[in-house]
């Protein structure tokens, strides 16, 4: 089992930047998993943000966030970020970190955070 806890959401305005981390503890091997990051607008699917291989070396984005969200993990803190520049008001959400495989697909994960919320005012 992994327990998965989020931090870093809160009230920000358009443009503006945030820091979300995910802090993983439990029996499982963090390195052994890869990280993802999804998030859920109210009243939407949950949505693909981005992923981390399990070394780091490898990552991957959905289209909508490329080149303003960047995404890291400490294996040593048993940690996942991400960084998220230039916010916009359709990027408001619940964000969730998830362990589990290399994967845009939600249902490759089998670990999931409580989930932090992100608004963004106009």
């Known amino acids: 089992q992994v327990q998965l806890v989020e931090s870093g959401g809160g009230l920000v305005q358009a443009g503006g930047s945030l820091r979300l981390s995910c802090a993983a503890s439990g029996r499982g091997t963090f390195s052994s998993y890869s990280m993802g990051w999804f998030r859920q607008a109210a009243g939407k699917e949950r949505e693909f943000v981005a992923t981390?291989?399990?070394?780091?070396?490898?990552?991957d984005y959905a289209d909508s966030v490329k080149g303003r969200f960047t995404i890291s993990r400490d294996n040593a803190k048993n940690t996942v970020d991400l960084q998220i520049n230039s916010l916009k008001p359709e990027d408001t959400a619940v964000y969730y970190c998830?362990?589990?495989?290399?994967?845009?697909?939600?249902?490759?994960?089998?670990?999931w955070g409580q989930g932090t919320q992100v608004t963004v005012s106009s």
């Open positions: 981390i291989s399990r070394s780091g070396g490898s990552t």
């Open positions: 998830a362990a589990g495989t290399f994967s845009s697909k939600w249902t490759r994960y089998d670990y």
